[in-house]
């Protein structure tokens, strides 16, 4: 009888090491997943901010281009217009 419960005792003490390992390796996965997870968001969030300032910055240059030169043929075509001063 002795050694019955010295059999039972040690499986007892070998399958709650066994769940707290499982309790362990469940935990680690699902943090681990969480944090890659969270990551990844991170990541796709940056690159899409930086694809997004990078064509509003491509097309603030090209509407600054085309302003640059309606004003430039805007002045030519006014000084043609304009009277030439006279020299005194």
């Known amino acids: 009888m002795k050694n019955l419960l010295t059999i039972v005792a040690g499986l007892l003490i070998?399958?709650?090491?066994?769940?707290?390992?499982?309790?362990d390796g469940g935990k680690?996965?699902?943090t681990s997943v969480i944090d890659s997870g969270v990551?990844?968001?991170?990541n796709?969030?940056?690159?899409?901010?930086?694809d997004v300032s990078a064509v509003t910055a491509t097309a603030a240059n090209a509407v600054e281009g085309v302003v640059d030169t309606?004003?430039?043929?805007?002045?030519?075509q006014t000084d043609e217009?304009?009277?030439p001063t006279k020299k005194q």
């Not at 990551?39 to 991170?42: Q, V």
């Not at 309606?70 to 030519?76: F, G, P, Q, R, T």
């Open 70 to 76: 309606v004003v430039e043929e805007v002045d030519k």
């Open 81 to 83: 217009l304009q009277e």
């Open 39 to 42: 990551k990844t968001a991170g």
């Open 14 to 23: 070998a399958s709650c090491a066994s769940v707290g390992a499982v309790i």
């Open 28 to 30: 680690d996965l699902t």
């Open 44 to 50: 796709v969030s940056s690159a899409v901010l930086n």
